[in-house]
């Protein structure tokens, strides 16, 4: 019987011997595989903060674009606006002058016809 139990017992020691010895690679295994798991989101966190980072700039030259055609825009405005009161100048000129009126009439009509 002694020697049963002294088997046992270096059984259950070798058992607690090999679990203190593996326990440290499982954790360690455990800890590798959670460390590939972030790395893993990092880089796709990463990728679609590329992306995004992209279509923030496409949409920083689509709004540059925007801008200058808005500043064209106002421009040819500003000149037509320009041009309008000259010849709303001119047309106020002609009218007082004799028989202007009745030319800018005819003219009217004329061209509000077409």
Known sequence: MKMKAKQI????????????????????TQEEKYCESLK?????????SSIKDIKILKLENSLLETESELSAMNEEVKRLS???GIFTSMLGEIETQPGGHEILK????????E
């Open 9 to 28: 017992t270096l059984i259950i020691v070798a058992l607690l011997i090999s679990a203190v010895f593996l326990y440290p690679m499982y954790v360690s």
């Open 40 to 48: 893993d989101k990092i880089k796709e966190l990463e990728d679609e």
């Open 82 to 84: 320009d041009e309008n």
């Open 106 to 113: 005819n003219l009217f009509n004329q061209f509000s016809d």
